[in-house]
C-alpha cells in the first residue's frame, strides 16, 4: 500500500515557476514507477510526465518538454515535478500517481494539487 500526498501547487503569472512534490508513504516506494498527470475543468485527465523506478528514464508528454522536469529521490520516499515557463493552458489539478507498472497502469493515486497559471 502506497499513500501519496502532493504540494507545492499555486497561482503564478504566465513565464513563471512552480515545484510540485509528492511524498509517498511505504518502504516500497522504490518499487513504483511514478507518475504526474492533470485535469483541467471540463476536460479528461491526461499524462504529463513519468519517471522510472530507479529514476534512470524519464518521459513527457510533448507540450510540456523542455519545460517541466521530473526527479525522485527514494530514500525521502519523494517526486518532484519542477515545472518552468509556465503558460495558462497548464492550469489543471495535478496528480502524482504510483505504478508496479506503469504498461498496466497506475495503482496509487494522490488527491491532487490546484496549479493555475494567469495570463
Known amino acids: 500500500q502506497v499513500q501519496l500526498v502532493e504540494s507545492g501547487g499555486g497561482l503564478v503569472q504566465a513565464g513563471g515557476s512552480l515545484r510540485l512534490s509528492c511524498a509517498a508513504s511505504?518502504?516500497?516506494?522504490?518499487?513504483?514507477?511514478m507518475g504526474w498527470f492533470r485535469q483541467a475543468p471540463g476536460k479528461e485527465r491526461e499524462f504529463v510526465a513519468a519517471?522510472?523506478?530507479?529514476?534512470?528514464?524519464?518521459y513527457y508528454r510533448d507540450s510540456v518538454k523542455g519545460r517541466f522536469t521530473n526527479s525522485r529521490d527514494n530514500a525521502k520516499n519523494t517526486v518532484t515535478l519542477q515545472m518552468n515557463s509556465l503558460k495558462p493552458e497548464d492550469t489543471a489539478v495535478y496528480y502524482c500517481?504510483?505504478?508496479?507498472?506503469?504498461?498496466?497502469?497506475?495503482?496509487?493515486w494522490g488527491q491532487g494539487t490546484q496549479v493555475t497559471v494567469s495570463s
Open positions: 511505504g518502504r516500497t516506494f522504490g518499487r513504483y514507477a
Open positions: 500517481a504510483a505504478a508496479i507498472d506503469s504498461d498496466l497502469g497506475y495503482d496509487y
Open positions: 519517471i522510472s523506478w530507479i529514476g534512470g528514464s524519464t
